[in-house]
């Protein structure tokens, strides 16, 4: 229909440029049309004047109306000064059988699904075989050259269309394309035509491939195949889960389900390791497309790597149950963590924290008890040289701890320099403080005009007395109800009513207004008063600080029932929140640890020394072990411009699972060691997303200068793919004035105006 009424395609008119053909300057046409104008408004208000006025009709209509004549009749006239200045489109056109198209053919696995064709049972890959087979390889071959290729994980030249194949484990349309441009760059290439369901499984199409396209002018021209929404499917959009934790920790997983004809339905979501179940919930499936957030709690287990699978069960019907489960590895590392917990009295809450911390093999809490002005009680050594001076006062001493309590204790029994070390701690080494209420804790020990202040979670209140001998109940802000370390309950409503449940605090202490940034996991509510944090805590530099701000919590255990494990449950989550991110003197990592149909990888490492001062000098290597055993080391260079950091790259052959272990050695001294788990999945990613992704295929047609097709388009796509400016093209001249649209506007135009003028009375 465009062309009947404007003689050329659409494309002419995106991608040409309007040019003039007259002898006649540009500018005297702009100053003809502006002299007809105000000729026309001279001559229509002379007229205006001498007309009597018509019944019942304003001024101010009258002069609407003329106003409308004067339009019209200006508009006719301009439009037959533009035709004598003989209008034309200018436009590249490529020259016929010297060029070359490229007609990329997806050949991954997704393109086997059967939801194509008119009936909507085809395969994909068979409805891309007919629109080729049906005139559009034969109508591109009479003007232009054809190269034909297959698509999916690389890019493959083939002699024969049925050549290709759905068997593909992945799409990988962007390395195509780059490839494609960088085998072709001496080549007379006109256009790209990809036939795809746009299931890029590489991240989407990155700038730097369209920019290669763009500086070579190459238009990539699309057709999509597939539904563009699923019928009927359940599907595991992602996970997120810490791809680390301590053994038998709290873990908690986010998964995210959509799913399309199931809207309303109670599925099982479960989280298994092998055949055992480690957690299950049922889920109501959100409306169609939604995607919907569900959070798993689950017991990380014994050190060692889990491969934990997250499932949904399939429901009748499912057009694809491959997407209904995703796995994910999580290293759970084995180490006893080491608390140093310094108390300033003896008093219940030391007590029952140290019988808490007991009950979990995975800590070790070594306590500093002040029993006098000048002696100490220790507990929990290593060796009878350990704390003997009391707090350590070298940085090698204090930072091979993995967390910090300090109790009952003022701020003037530190020194300066033990205070600066408390921050460094923080900040320098990513170590976790936890502070708690008592008679000299907080704003009552002087914390505040401390150097050790800015460490706190909260303002402290300018003032003594904030420690108050009376009972306050504990409840869960929205933030504590997400999180693991006040989960009692599994079940999020439950865990919430169980808080408050709990038997009141013997104390409370005020601990100010939180920071910006820190984050209120529990609040105390007591008689009379307004509502003051009990639990906050916040990062710190490159570690997080906490204030827990009572000393009665024990009274959790003391009056609650008999066998209730509420009180040990907390404080053991509590202490692991305090040390479970603190990071070793290695600290290796990857961008990603899931490799999906992509084996290389980059890893990189940030080695500190025992005063965890970066250490430039070290020698890093990494040890990767692999399926079947298969093992090789590789040696870690330093990255230019960022002392203490090494970077190496390496390629994963093979699927499977990988562990690798960095290692930093200075000499003959080993600095640390950090291991890493990984895993490479191929085929895995043509199972995810499955219907077309016509946004992609229409941001790449349009990036690129070229046009997404539809089945029915496909017609028309030999002789708009003419127009590009790629390969060998000559600029053709189009001339606009015989467009049938330019005579039908005239003839509505002058039609227009004569009848509104006989209508108005004004002829």
Known sequence: MFEFFFKYPITVFTKGKLVLLGAWPGWLLAVLILAVAGGLASLIWYRLKRLEPVKDVSAATQMRRAAGIWGMQTALLALVLLLLWQPAIVVAELKSQQNL?????????????????????????????????????????????TRVYQMNAGLKRVDKVDQVQPTGTATHINAALKQLAAETSDLPVGAVVVLSDGAENSGGIDLETVSALRNRRLPVHTVGFGKEQATHDVEIEDVSVAPRAMAESRMRATVSVRQFGYQ????????????????????????????????????????????????????PGEENVANNSVARLISVNGDKRRILYVEGEPRWEYKFIRRAADDDKELA?????????????????????????GFPNKAEDLFRYDGIIIGSVEAGYFSPRQQELLREYVDQRGGGVLFLGGRYALSDGGWGASGVGQLMPTFLPN?????????????????????????????PGKNVERWKTLPYLMDYQDPGNPKPGATVLAEMTTPGHPKMPLLVTQSYGRGRTGIMATSGSWRWQMSGALGDPSHDLFWQQL????????????????????????????????????????????????????????SSVVDLAPVPSTPGSF????????????????????GADELGRDVLTFERQDGVAENFHTEQNRELLEKLASETGGHYWGA???????????????????RNTKELWNMPIVFLVLLGLMAGEWLLRRKWGMI
Request: charged letters at 25%; hydrophobic letters at 45%.
């Open 575 to 630: 202490l692991r929140w305090v040390v479970a991110d603190s990071p070793g003197r290695v600290v290796a990592s990857m961008p990603e640890v899931r490799l999906m149909d992509d084996g290389h990888l980059k890893v990189t490492a940030t080695v500190r020394d025992k005063a965890y001062v970066l250490a430039p000098d070290a020698k890093v290597s990494v040890h990767m072990i692999g399926p079947d055993n298969s």
């Open 101 to 145: 198209i490229a007609v990329l053919v997806d050949g991954s696995r997704s393109m086997a699904i059967a939801d194509s064709g008119s009936d909507g049972k085809a395969l994909r890959e068979a409805a891309a075989f007919g629109v080729l087979k049906g005139g559009m390889l034969a109508g591109l071959q009479k003007r232009f050259q």
């Open 365 to 389: 809490v070594v306590t500093m008890l002040r029993t006098t002005e000048n002696k100490i009680y220790r507990q929990g050594i290593s060796d009878p040289t350990e704390l003997a001076d």
């Open 463 to 491: 003032s003594k007395d904030t420690f108050h001998r009376d009972a306050a109940f504990a409840q869960l802000t929205a933030a504590g109800a997400d999180s693991p370390v006040m989960r009692l309950v599994d079940d």
């Open 647 to 666: 970077a190496a790259d390496w390629t994963a052959e093979k699927p499977g699972a990988y562990v690798a272990e960095v290692t930093a050695a200075r």
């Open 264 to 315: 309303a339905t109670k599925v099982a979501l479960t989280a298994r390791d092998g055949e055992k179940v480690l957690a299950a919930k049922e889920v109501t499936l959100p409306a169609n497309g939604i995607v919907q957030a569900e959070t798993m709690f689950f017991n990380a287990g014994a050190a060692g790597v889990r491969r934990v699978t997250f499932a949904v069960a399939p429901l």
């Open 712 to 730: 029915n388009e496909l017609d028309k796509l030999s002789s708009e793919i003419s127009f590009s400016e790629a390969g060998i093209s000559v």
